[in-house]
């Protein structure tokens, strides 16, 4: 069974920050990716930073380009998002994905969070 624990979202004013941490816990062989993502109320949920836990790779949804670092800690199989210059049109809830291994040569699955409520006021 693999758990992925989300903690971190809130109320803050626009131009405030927030971190959110996400750990993966339960029988995994490797974790090879993670990421997050986020869906506002009417909107598809989509893609907002990633990182291949291997080499650190990282990639960024334009709208969060230079606000927002996502980085991993990977003897705690934990990623972090560090959101700088909040604005209302981040407002939405933020899911943790991960892309594990089960074996060394099996396929990989794709694991959710609960997600967690981010609030920007105005």
């Known amino acids: 069974q693999v758990q992925l624990v989300e903690s971190g979202g809130g109320l803050v004013p626009a131009g405030g920050s927030l971190r959110l941490s996400c750990a993966a816990s339960?029988?995994?062989?490797?974790?090879?990716?993670m990421g997050w993502y986020r869906q506002a109320p009417g909107k598809q949920r989509e893609l907002v930073a990633r990182?291949?836990?291997?080499?650190?790779?990282?990639n960024y949804a334009d709208p969060v380009k230079g606000r927002f670092t996502i980085s991993r800690d990977n003897a705690k199989n934990t990623v972090y998002l560090q959101m700088n210059s909040l604005s209302p049109e981040d407002t939405a809830v933020y899911y943790c994905?991960?892309?594990?291994?089960?074996?060394?040569?099996?396929?990989?699955?794709?694991?959710w969070g609960q997600g967690t409520q981010v609030t920007i006021s105005s």
């Open positions: 994905n991960a892309d594990l291994s089960m074996r060394l040569f099996g396929p990989s699955a794709s694991y």
């Open positions: 339960g029988t995994f062989f490797r974790i090879n990716a």
């Open positions: 990182i291949i836990t291997s080499g650190g790779n990282t």
